[in-house]
């Protein structure tokens, strides 16, 4: 019983360790709510892509770590470096015994990655926060949504483009001030990464 115990805080400490700060609190459902330069600021990359693939498999080095492996088709960089294809390792919260994991293929997705830990693992800022659907609407306009629904996307974002002297367009003010929560246009949420992701 002891041994279990110390291996289960041997794994949280590796975890916890792994990911930059504020990530020992996202092993819950609950994560601390975002606005999206929030999101900007914590992210490496930020691209729009489509799954190619993704496996389920224990971490490499730490064998007790059940992680998804995602291979990504890009269409758009918005924030650092990435090729054509992209490819990234997170480590699955919950896995349901590692059988299921958010990323399926053929999905459309907007992605804002923290950076790369010591041990390989990336993730989205926010987890699900950081995380676009990209689907059509009944008009069949793009829009994308993350696991929150938007809520909070945009709050505080004007005062904060203010501070930092970044100019918001008028469309972009009108919609930064009229969007409570739900499906965003995948143009507007494009504009809104381009003119924060500018200023890092």
């Known amino acids: 019983m002891?041994?279990?115990?110390?291996?289960?805080?041997?794994?949280?400490?590796?975890v916890c360790f792994s990911f930059p700060k504020q990530s020992c609190s996202q092993t819950s459902a609950r994560t601390l709510a975002r606005s999206l330069d929030q999101l900007i600021e914590e992210s490496d990359v930020i691209v729009h892509g489509s799954v190619m693939s993704s496996k389920i498999e224990p971490h490499p080095q730490l064998k007790n770590l059940m992680t998804v492996v995602v291979t990504m088709n890009v269409k758009e960089t918005y924030k650092g470096k990435a090729g054509k294809t992209m490819v990234f390792r997170q480590y699955l919260w919950n896995a349901n015994g590692g059988k299921s994991s958010e990323y399926r293929t053929g999905q459309d997705l907007v992605l804002l990655l923290r950076p790369t830990s010591e041990y390989g693992l990336s993730s989205?800022?926010?987890?699900?926060?950081?995380r676009f659907r990209v689907l059509p609407d009944t008009s069949r306009h793009l829009t994308a949504v993350n696991g929150r629904a938007n809520i909070g996307l945009f709050e505080n974002l004007e005062q904060n483009a203010r501070a930092q002297r970044l100019p918001l367009s008028a469309h972009l003010t009108t919609v930064v001030r009229s969007h409570q929560r739900g499906p965003l246009l995948l143009t507007d949420l494009e504009e809104a990464i381009r003119t924060f992701a500018r200023s890092r």
């Open 2 to 14: 002891r041994t279990r115990i110390l291996l289960f805080v041997w794994i949280l400490v590796v």
């Open 124 to 130: 989205p800022a926010g987890l699900e926060q950081g």
